[in-house]
């Protein structure tokens, strides 16, 4: 979907979310202490967040397709995709050049 496509590829890190989604939510603070502002895109306040969500799905999320993180255009994955990176220690490398706090 061009939405997705014009969103990642503009900013750095781009959460596709919820606001009714705790996972979600975890996941953007996550991104925000580690010292990045992440693109929240919540898909339930958009037109066409169902079109985003199938989207989404098709580009190998899992279902429920959000949280949706995308690292330098690239899908990472969801919320087990981030915490597992997170807890080996590969996240923090991925988002080393986004970082704002030193």
């Known amino acids: 979907m061009d939405k997705i496509q014009a969103l990642t590829s503009e900013n750095a890190i781009v959460i596709f979310s919820k606001s009714t989604c705790c996972l979600c939510y975890a996941v953007t603070i996550l991104f925000q ?8 895109h919540e898909v339930d306040h958009d037109p066409n967040g169902w079109e985003i969500e199938k989207a989404l799905l098709n580009q190998g999320c899992s279902s429920p397709p959000v949280p949706a993180v995308f690292i330098g255009g690239n899908l990472v994955g969801s919320t087990n995709e981030v915490m597992s990176l997170h807890l080996r220690g590969d996240l923090l490398p991925l988002i080393r050049p986004y970082q704002t706090l030193a």
Request: hydrophobic residues 50%; charged residues 25%; without cysteine.
């Open 33 to 40: 202490e580690l010292g990045v502002e992440p693109l929240v």
